[in-house]
């Protein structure tokens, strides 16, 4: 399996997570779940960079170098001959690689 958390630069600090849970709402991929006094990074290597979690993390608990995304993570398993990474990914239009709003990534303030 295509194990895209090795080359990914998705980075996790649960010292600074408040709790809010927004990453677990954007993430497409699941790699996020509820903890008990922060999140959990579960799937990691189901990220595929889309920087949705970094954006809406109001605290900097996150960070991705966004941009690359699935289309990097299709690329690089083809070079490689091999799946990607067996996460179906749900992007399309207000998801990751898609969308057709001016940000998808970012929840609405309240
Ligand atoms: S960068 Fe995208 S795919 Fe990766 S953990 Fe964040 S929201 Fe999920
Ligand atoms: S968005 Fe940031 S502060 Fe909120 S639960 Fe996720 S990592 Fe923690």
Redesign the pocket.
Known sequence: MFDSYVENTLQ?YPDK???????TQVCPHGV?SEGKE??ELVRPAACMECGA?AL????Q??EVQSGVGCAWAMISAALRGKDMDSAECGCGDGSCCGGNSKNPFLIEKL
């Open positions: 996790y997570c408040i709790n809010c849970l927004r990453c996020f922060h999140v979690c809406n993390c109001p605290v608990a996150i």
